[in-house]
């Protein structure tokens, strides 16, 4: 079994204590066997041999996705990802060696935040990801829907009306309800319809995709929560550069599965890591991206809080809007 093949198929048995090594262990390999990678650490005179820490770790910036291909190793990918982009924007795209694994990965994130997919109805409300090919959330979602075993779980584009039967319908059903929906297409529900969704929780994430005025996340979630009669709104933080996912269960505090880590940088000098509670730039480790690369230098202003719980606030000025579930603070 090779080096990636044995790393990937025991990502579910790493701890925080194995963390480190095991992250620096990939680093080294991708380092060596990732091209792009390979030639971003030669361009900035980083000896790897002396990397020791994550902190010490040169993060790729998340921009090269969209112009190059990513890829550790040599291998076809069985599936391509892209992000979205308003129309004249250059989408990042992330080459998939398995489908399987990406599919598998996205179901043991769900299952340790809310349980059993089996265990609940699904319906999701996604029109702007529908609307194109490419996009990572929708496979995971129809993957989960398929999943959950429900006849009831299923996509709903702007049939509003016959997304709020469902919902009533299945307030009775002794199976738990998720409604997982885009931004703005939960906000014009939200603003047409005064609902009891006291029986579901809603997952929002993807921002407003250019469809409406992006909002302060705290406006968003309280005006949801009061027209939805729900006490919290939950959030997914993913994007088509990464495999895995984090979620936030309220307050847009989001939480991470064991195989990934979150640091924030100074946004004035990148290879600065901040302490606790600053507010600088994200870099994302996910060691899922094993094939690709898990090092990742994302624009998303952020804050990492005491628990490890970290809270995005906004993008970098002049960065694209993209897919990933992003409200401007």
Same mark, same amino acid.
């Given at each position: 079994?090779?080096?990636?093949?044995?790393?990937?198929?025991?990502?579910? %048995? @790493?701890?925080?204590?194995?963390?480190?090594?095991?992250?620096?262990?990939?680093?080294?390999?991708? =380092?060596?066997?990732?091209?792009?990678?390979?030639?971003?650490?030669? &361009?900035?005179?980083?000896?790897? $041999?002396?990397?020791?820490?994550?902190? +010490?770790?040169?993060?790729?910036?998340? /921009?090269?996705?969209?112009?190059?291909?990513?890829?550790?190793?040599?291998?076809?990918?069985?599936?391509?990802? %892209?992000?979205?982009?308003?129309?004249?924007?250059?989408?990042?795209?992330?080459?998939?060696?398995?489908?399987?694994?990406?599919?598998?990965?996205?179901? =043991?994130?769900?299952? !340790?935040?809310?349980?059993?997919? +089996?265990?609940?109805?699904?319906?999701?409300?996604?029109?702007?990801?529908?609307?194109?090919?490419? /996009?990572?959330?929708?496979?995971?979602?129809?993957?989960? *829907?398929?999943?959950?075993?429900?006849?009831?779980?299923?996509?709903?584009?702007?049939? +509003?009306?016959?997304?709020?039967?469902?919902?009533?319908?299945?307030?009775? /059903?002794?199976?738990?309800?998720?409604?997982?929906?885009?931004?703005? =297409?939960?906000?014009?529900? &939200?603003?047409?319809?005064?609902?009891?969704?006291?029986?579901?929780? @809603?997952?929002?994430?993807?921002?407003?995709?250019?469809?409406?005025?992006?909002?302060?996340?705290?406006?968003?979630? &309280?005006?949801?929560?009061?027209?939805?009669?729900?006490?919290?709104? $939950?959030?997914?933080?993913?994007?088509?550069?990464?495999?895995? !996912?984090?979620?936030?269960?309220?307050?847009?505090?989001?939480?991470?599965?064991?195989?990934?880590?979150?640091?924030?940088?100074? *946004?004035?000098?990148?290879?600065?890591?901040?302490?606790?509670?600053? @507010?600088?730039?994200?870099? #994302? *480790?996910?060691? &899922?991206?094993?094939? %690709?690369? $898990?090092?990742?230098?994302?624009?998303?202003? $952020?804050?990492?809080? !005491?628990?490890?719980?970290?809270? #995005?606030?906004?993008?970098?000025?002049? /960065?694209?809007?993209?897919?990933?579930?992003?409200?401007?603070?």
């Amino acid at each position: 079994m090779s080096f990636i093949s044995h790393f990937t198929s025991s990502l579910n %048995s @790493i701890n925080e204590d194995s963390f480190v090594d095991i992250a620096l262990q990939l680093f080294r390999h991708q =380092a060596e066997q990732n091209p792009v990678y390979k030639k971003y650490i030669n &361009a900035r005179n980083i000896d790897v $041999a002396k990397v020791t820490s994550l902190d +010490q770790i040169p993060f790729l910036p998340i /921009s090269f996705f969209k112009t190059h291909s990513i890829i550790t190793g040599t291998w076809n990918p069985e599936v391509e990802f %892209s992000s979205s982009g308003t129309t004249g924007l250059i989408t990042s795209r992330h080459a998939v060696k398995s489908l399987l694994f990406y599919l598998n990965n996205a179901e =043991a994130i769900f299952n !340790q935040f809310f349980g059993s997919i +089996q265990d609940y109805h699904i319906l999701a409300l996604l029109p702007s990801y529908l609307e194109r090919e490419g /996009s990572s959330l929708i496979v995971m979602i129809d993957h989960f *829907i398929k999943k959950s075993k429900s006849e009831h779980s299923g996509f709903y584009l702007y049939n +509003q009306k016959e997304l709020i039967q469902k919902l009533e319908w299945l307030r009775s /059903s002794n199976k738990k309800v998720i409604l997982w929906g885009v931004s703005f =297409a939960l906000l014009d529900l &939200a603003e047409k319809f005064e609902l009891d969704l006291s029986h579901c929780i @809603i997952v929002e994430t993807g921002g407003m995709k250019g469809r409406r005025k992006e909002l302060i996340r705290e406006e968003l979630h &309280a005006l949801l929560c009061t027209r939805f009669n729900v006490e919290q709104i $939950a959030s997914e933080y993913g994007m088509t550069e990464l495999l895995s !996912q984090a979620y936030s269960e309220g307050k847009g505090l989001y939480n991470l599965p064991k195989w990934m880590k979150v640091m924030v940088r100074d *946004i004035n000098d990148p290879t600065q890591i901040l302490a606790t509670e600053k @507010i600088g730039c994200l870099n #994302v *480790i996910d060691l &899922a991206n094993a094939h %690709s690369c $898990a090092f990742i230098e994302t624009h998303d202003l $952020a804050r990492i809080d !005491q628990n490890g719980y970290f809270e #995005v606030l906004g993008r970098m000025d002049n /960065s694209d809007l993209r897919g990933c579930n992003l409200l401007v603070g």
